[in-house]
């Protein structure tokens, strides 16, 4: 098809067609709804044909339903490039040495629109001509190891990223950074907290919940906050780095094993659970939150442990899930299952049969709790009791993808169950802690009087 037509087809291309309006032009149209001035983008080939998408003044696409337009005419035309520009990326000796390693997300991007897809860009020129601010922070390079969706981020991706992540600490870098899609960002900053140990150097997961072409976009910043903390932190974690509020006035580091994402699409989606963020990070400032933390040294020192056994599930119990759940997971070979349990981690009595039949074949369950917040105890009911008693054993405060990760790297290590139970039971990053501080827990209910007047007071 045409380039003038790109990407239209059926009703809409011949809306276009009727009125004599080509892809890129700038076009006024009439609708019964009002009035709209834009550029005619071009559609994704997966698209319906009910729709023409114009992008307006303000950056941001709207889609008007062919069925309301009344009137549509040109006043312009200007094909619009959708390419980062790409400048010399400057190295100074004075400098802290970086490198970028890209899983895909939306970092640094522009939008297909053949298929609609968001491409990454990505080479330190593209990053520098997208983000010139990187260039007074460090030197930095990239590698990219994956151009995926963080869905399809898995055990293979973890284990390759841990060992081009040594690989760079034992050769002398001064941090690390990494591109990732927010989906399951923390789950990857778990499976590389316990690959990962002993680094001297910060290890920052970084992404955007909106793409950079985007006037809301909050790749550029989140990218700047992470290469400042790579190079300039003393905290030398996995750690995950986005938006700390909803605007941009600071980013929060998060510790890998205790952070989750919390909302679908709020730019401030990622939280700490259990505890507080490590740190606090704007354009030229860190604050660290707790001195608890691994600091950074001057040696290459790093011990990485890339296993992960695949065959281990993650299962959220719900009220009458029936024991063939369980019985399910054991036929088919499963090693190892995480439950996420209600209240102090419980699951009703007609899986107690599948719970009891899947430990004495030598298939380990751990609880955790899908109230997120709080520690397993399962000594006060009859209900943990029992289950206890049937082999299920308790992980403190470990969130639940944490378990999951943690029991699929401890797996990958060993088939010893005993030591599979010690590696789990042992605090290792961060994952089990000995309490939660009384800050740790904050969630208000708005509409309440005392949290609204709260709110007046803060940034939202």
């Given at each position: ?241 986005m938006f700390g509020p909803t605007s941009d006035e600071y980013g929060l580091l998060h510790r890998g094993t205790r952070v989750r994402k919390m909302h679908s699409s709020y ?31 001057s040696d290459h020192d790093v011990k990485i442990t890339p296993v992960f056994e695949e065959k281990v599930a993650l299962v959220y119990y719900y009220p009458n899930m029936m024991p063939d759940i ?135």
């Amino acid at each position: 098809m045409s380039d003038i037509f790109k990407g239209y087809k059926g009703a809409a291309l011949s809306t276009l067609k009727s009125f004599n309006v080509r892809v890129w032009s700038e076009a006024l149209v009439k609708t019964s709804r009002g009035d709209f001035k834009g550029i005619v983008l071009p559609r994704s080939e997966n698209d319906d044909d009910r729709h023409i998408v114009l992008k307006l003044a303000t950056g941001y696409n709207v889609g008007i339903d062919i069925g309301t337009i009344n009137e549509m005419s040109e006043y312009g035309y200007k094909e619009a490039h959708y390419k980062i520009p790409e400048k010399e990326f400057p190295t100074s000796p004075d400098k802290p040495n970086i490198k970028l390693f890209g899983t895909g997300g939306t970092i640094a991007s522009r939008l297909d629109y053949r298929t609609g897809a968001v491409i990454p860009a990505f080479s330190p020129g593209e990053l520098y001509g997208a983000v010139p601010e990187l260039a007074d922070i460090c030197n930095l390079t990239t590698e990219k190891l994956f151009a995926v969706f963080s869905e399809n981020m898995g055990p293979q991706q973890y284990m390759k990223l841990a060992i081009a992540i040594g690989k760079e600490i034992e050769n002398g870098i001064d941090g690390i950074v990494v591109g990732h899609g927010t989906d399951t960002m923390h789950h990857t900053a778990g499976a590389l907290a316990f690959m990962i140990q002993n680094s001297p150097v910060p290890i920052v997961i970084v992404g955007s919940q909106r793409s950079s072409d985007r006037p809301s976009s909050d790749a550029a910043l989140n990218l700047i906050h992470a290469t400042t903390a790579a190079a300039e932190s003393d905290i030398a974690e996995v750690m995950v780095c986005m938006f700390g509020p909803t605007s941009d006035e600071y980013g929060l580091l998060h510790r890998g094993t205790r952070v989750r994402k919390m909302h679908s699409s709020y730019r401030s989606t990622f939280r700490t659970i259990g505890d507080i963020p490590l740190a606090m990070i704007e354009r030229d400032k860190i604050t660290p939150l707790t001195d608890n933390y691994n600091r950074r040294r001057s040696d290459h020192d790093v011990k990485i442990t890339p296993v992960f056994e695949e065959k281990v599930a993650l299962v959220y119990y719900y009220p009458n899930m029936m024991p063939d759940i369980i019985d399910s997971l054991v036929d088919n070979g499963y090693k190892g299952i995480v439950i996420a349990g209600t209240g102090l981690g419980h699951v009703n009595k007609p899986v107690y049969g599948s719970v009891e039949r899947a430990t004495k074949a030598g298939v380990p369950i751990y609880m955790t709790v899908q109230t997120l917040w709080g520690y397993v105890h399962m000594f006060i009911y009859d209900t943990g009791r029992d289950l206890m008693a049937k082999g299920i054993i308790p992980t403190e405060n470990m969130l639940p993808e944490v378990a999951y990760v943690k029991l699929g790297w401890a797996l990958g290590q060993t088939s010893d169950l005993d030591e599979v139970k010690k590696i789990m039971l042992t605090p290792i990053a961060g994952e089990i802690t000995e309490r939660e501080p009384y800050n740790g827990y904050l969630i208000f209910q708005g509409g309440i009087p005392e949290v609204e007047e709260f709110l007046k007071k803060v940034h939202k």
